[in-house]
């Protein structure tokens, strides 16, 4: 999906980064040419203003979108993913474990859920980023409570991860 979308505008940089931000935020964009998240409009002006581009700019990404039948058959249906909790976590007592791997690893969600179940700790939100997106992308897990030290060096063994922070 990424690549399609850089392909499509790869000669405007502005309205690239608006089409990062409708993919990243799960923003879609109706047939008669409305952006929505959810089921809340949202003005061209606001998503200027966050992208600090020209709200005229907001509305030809969203044009071009609609012109281009793949990228028009995502982004009609493209919804966002809910409330990341790792910013409340601690009001919650939830723990949080980001964990980076190379881009291409397989299992590593399998792996590190694996362990975190072996110590009888229900896991409440995973969010694994795209690294075609994301030019750093993390897996995050959240926990109903904060893991054990003692996790950090058998999540660190997993083939092809890279870093490990538990908070």
């Known amino acids: 999906m990424w690549n399609e979308i850089k392909k499509h505008f790869e000669d405007s940089p502005s309205k690239l980064k608006v089409a990062k931000l409708f993919v990243e935020m799960g923003i879609r964009i109706d047939e008669r040419c409305r952006i929505y998240i959810g089921e809340i409009e949202l003005s061209a002006t606001k998503i200027a203003e966050a992208t600090n581009v020209d709200r005229r700019i907001v509305r030809e990404t969203a044009q071009g979108i609609l012109e281009s039948p793949e990228l028009r058959r995502l982004f009609l249906n493209l919804q966002p993913a809910g409330p990341l909790?790792?910013?409340?976590?601690?009001?919650?007592?939830?723990?949080?474990?980001?964990?980076?791997?190379?881009?291409?690893?397989?299992?590593?969600?399998?792996?590190?859920?694996?362990?975190?179940?072996?110590?009888?700790?229900?896991?409440?939100?995973?969010?694994?980023?795209?690294?075609?997106?994301?030019p750093d992308p993390k897996l995050i897990i959240i926990t109903e409570k904060p893991l054990p030290g003692e996790l950090l060096p058998l999540l660190l063994k997993i083939s092809s991860v890279t870093q490990v922070t538990i908070s």
Not at 88 to 102: F, H
Not at 109 to 132: W, Y
């Open 85 to 134: 909790l790792k910013g409340v976590s601690k009001y919650l007592g939830y723990g949080v474990v980001e964990i980076r791997a190379e881009p291409k690893a397989v299992g590593v969600i399998a792996q590190a859920t694996n362990l975190i179940a072996g110590k009888g700790i229900s896991i409440r939100q995973i969010l694994a980023e795209d690294a075609e997106i994301y």
